[in-house]
């Protein structure tokens, strides 16, 4: 697995969620066969034993089980643990959702169904923002309760929690939450970690406008998932195979941004060629 990202032209890798530990210690040998630099890691990592498909929401923050909570925060804990013995930065995390609200999926039918920008869309998505804001003090308290203890840890082992951004309406915390959110975590270890895709995503669902967002979150990445969005929802594209203006976002981020693609699986070997070299030409 290794040497084939490395025989593609990256130079380093990003370690998903759902690795178990057995593969680790593996990447650990390969690390030091090819002296290879790890960017960062994403959680679980490794994953959960008792967790037998490859599920980075698996526990969240924001659960209504205290104990659930509490095994996200060990896991976390764990994966910071992994991220210091492969030398690697970041650590990227999922809050989670408040999963008493069914919000995105309903706007993504009624987008899929060509209803997109009718008054029947705008008056469901005005309904799904009056939803969620009625009750998200609540969890955000949950998410910052934990987020301080894993925060501290990550903080003893000079290591960076990233906050991902998700697709779903429901996670928490929101775009017009985040810098609150960050605020009142008050910690130099945490950040933003900015995925395109899904940004994307809630771009065309006509919940936030990309560019106008990252004129404010931009300045406080500390990475990016880089992956490209064909309409409405199809992500995890090469970059410049889709609809994402990169050469006009990219200029708005630290150049110290981590930036990692995030690709499907399916994506063709051609076509992660071109887009490394595409965006090494136009970003180097």
Known sequence: MVEEILALGF??????????????????????????SISSVHNFLPSPVEIRVDDP??????????????????????TIDWAEKL??????????????LALT??????????QFLSRAYVDKKLDAVRKRERIDEIYVQRVLECLTEVVDYAGTKGIRIGIENREYYEAVPTERELVTFLRRLDSAHVGYWHDFGHAQIKHNLGL????QWLETAAPLALGCH?????WPFRDHCAPFTGEIDFETL?????????????????????????ALQQWTHTFA
């Open 57 to 78: 929401d698996c526990y969240e923050f924001t659960s209504h089980r205290p104990s659930d909570r509490e095994r996200a925060v060990r896991l976390t804990c764990r």
């Open 87 to 100: 030398e690697a930065p970041f650590v990227v995390v999922h809050c989670g959702r408040i999963r008493s």
């Open 11 to 36: 130079q380093q890798i990003e370690l998903s969620h759902g690795m178990p530990a057995p593969v680790l210690e593996g990447v650990l040998e390969a690390r030091r066969k090819h002296r290879l």
């Open 226 to 230: 880089v992956h490209d969005v064909k």
């Open 250 to 274: 990219l200029p708005l981020f630290p150049k110290s941004s981590v930036m990692v693609f995030e690709l499907s699986p399916r994506t063709p070997v051609e076509d992660v060629r071109a």
């Open 208 to 211: 936030m406008d990309h560019r």
């Open 105 to 114: 999926d309903n706007l993504r039918e009624m987008v899929a169904g060509g």
